[in-house]
């Protein structure tokens, strides 16, 4: 029987932990991947929290079952035996139908119905009509990338840019609307603009040759037979679905999939593990790649792979990759000018149901509102956790904000994030009363920014990859979105691409 190759996966957040499972499943014995993780625990971002009888989301809370990736991560869920944990949101639900911003020194609901194109609707100071006469009427852009902002701007106008998009931005990735790509949230709009020549009349097309699921057609997607085909996937789609999470939090998914990877699938899972550098074979490819690693006792050792799939944040992998024989410093460059963004995300329970005077998702916050309402600096959001997934007679937020390190005045102790914090719910909120408990995590660039030209910059690394023959792939949500279903998906997308 020969020896099966070895496929180094590094980085054991949800990214790497889906690539080492998807090569196990396609692959079996013939191919062993082995994980390297820096710290104690997998799951990255993903991590939740029990205290006493509830359980805090420090990172992302909910997922979408939306498209190719949304459905592979609920066939995932199957797969590995905890859909009876799974929790779900209908879109009839308040936690799917209210989402607000606060404006003007209030908390307003963005309006969901079409009587907002004929009046003038909070906060928007017009009639949505004249925003869709406007993208009609607008030239298309021929430029291959554009920021979020700008692209809105053009095509409907400032209102819609300043009250929708820039907090949507703000609340996906924690940056700015008018340098983020417009590729991470809108492609399909910008591809209408490209197309069509407007966002609107692309919307239209695209409605007449819609069908309703079918799931022969995720089947007939080559390499992606079965996708979307689980019990799971399929009554989401049927019950309609806007939400769902697990019992315990998120963190149950990472737990699971790394049981399983361990105890069903035999793949190690090297933990405390710093990769230092990468010894890439030679030009004729005499001998394998070997990782250099350091553990938690400061004793550096090495392992022979074949392939090495990278599941890390972009500007660690280049700075692995200048550290390296060879050493190639044009790719660490280009990775390393992918960065991510600081965000603190505090955690606040109060013992009682009834805190809020509405549910809904949560709140927004516009950042020209953050540079002229005193109160509420560094804001980005808050999440109505117990609006969405019921905890008992609690309700527990989750505020979301960020600060220049750089500025010598900004919050670093938890007593300053916990007075900022209960500033927060009293501007924004009203609540005046004092929290039961509070969890603070202070989490350094947790989440990438796909600045406008991103996609270039991937492409171009990947090509310099390829021209060197590297026995190497990028992986993960510096390149391939920053969801969590975009996480799974992208590794699932390298098992498939795997040269084995």
């Known amino acids: 029987m020969s020896k099966p190759k070895i496929a180094a996966v ?34 990255g971002w993903l991590e939740s929290v029990k205290h006493q009888d509830i359980f805090y989301d420090t990172g992302p809370r909910s997922f979408r079952p939306v498209g190719l990736s949304g459905l592979n991560t609920l066939d995932l869920v199957e797969e590995i035996g905890i859909e009876d944990k799974v929790l779900y949101v209908p879109r009839s639900h308040p936690a799917s139908k209210n989402r607000c911003i606060f ?27 004249r925003a869709v006469i406007k ?18 701007e053009r095509r409907f106008g400032s209102d819609v840019a300043a009250y929708a998009i820039d907090p949507l931005t703000r609340g996906i990735c924690a940056g700015d609307a008018r340098k983020i790509s417009v590729n991470l949230a809108l492609a399909k709009q910008f591809e209408y603009e490209k197309k069509y020549g407007s966002v609107t009349l692309g919307f239209l097309m695209s409605k007449l040759v819609d069908t309703k699921y079918n799931v ?22 049927k019950e309609a679905w806007a939400l769902w999470g697990l019992e315990n939090g998120t963190e149950t998914l990472v737990k699971k999939l ?22 890439f074979p030679d030009i004729e490819g005499n001998h394998t790649s070997i990782i250099n690693y350091t553990k938690e006792n400061r004793v550096e050792e090495s392992y022979h792979c074949d392939f090495v799939i990278s599941a890390l944040p972009s500007w660690i992998i280049g700075d692995i990759i200048l550290r390296s024989t060879p050493s190639f410093p044009s790719l660490s460059k280009l990775l390393e000018s992918i960065t991510g963004e600081d965000v603190i995300v505090t955690n ?51 505020v979301l904000s960020k600060f220049d390190q750089n500025d010598i005045d900004s919050p ?55 021209a060197a023959k590297l026995p190497l792939m990028l992986s993960g949500a510096s390149f391939e979105g920053i969801s969590v279903n975009d996480c799974i998906y992208s590794g699932r997308r390298a098992s498939e691409n795997l040269p084995f």
């Open 348 to 398: 606040v329970l109060y013992r009682d149901r009834y805190i809020l005077a509405e549910e809904g998702f949560g709140l927004l916050v516009p950042s020209n509102e953050v540079k002229n309402t005193p109160g509420i600096e560094g804001l980005l959001g808050i999440v109505f956790d117990t609006c969405i997934f019921d905890q008992g007679d609690n309700t527990i937020f989750t």
């Open 216 to 237: 022969d057609k995720f089947v007939e997607i080559p390499g992606y037979q079965g996708i979307g085909m689980s019990n799971i996937s399929i009554t989401s789609i």
């Open 412 to 466: 670093r102790s938890t007593a300053e994030i916990e007075k900022i914090t209960k500033n927060y719910l009293k501007t924004t909120l009203g609540i005046t009363r004092e929290p039961d408990h509070m969890n603070i995590k202070f989490s350094e660039l947790c989440i990438p920014q796909y600045t406008v030209g991103h996609s270039e910059k991937t492409d171009a690394a990947k090509r310099f990859i390829k």
């Open 135 to 152: 993208d009609l009427f607008t030239f298309r852009h021929k430029k291959d990338d554009d920021s979020i902002y700008n692209f809105i």
């Open 103 to 129: 404006t003007k020194g209030q908390m307003v609901r963005l309006p969901t119905d079409l009587s907002v194109l004929f009046k003038t609707t909070p906060p928007f100071e017009r009639p949505l009509i």
């Open 10 to 43: 590094l980085g054991g957040g949800i990214s790497g932990l889906s690539a080492a499972y998807y090569i196990r499943k396609k692959f079996g014995n013939a191919v062993l991947p082995v994980i390297f993780e820096k710290t104690s625990r997998c799951g």
């Open 258 to 279: 790394e049981e399983v990877l361990k105890n069903d699938m035999n793949v190690p899972i090297i933990k405390d593990a710093k990769v230092n550098f990468i010894e």
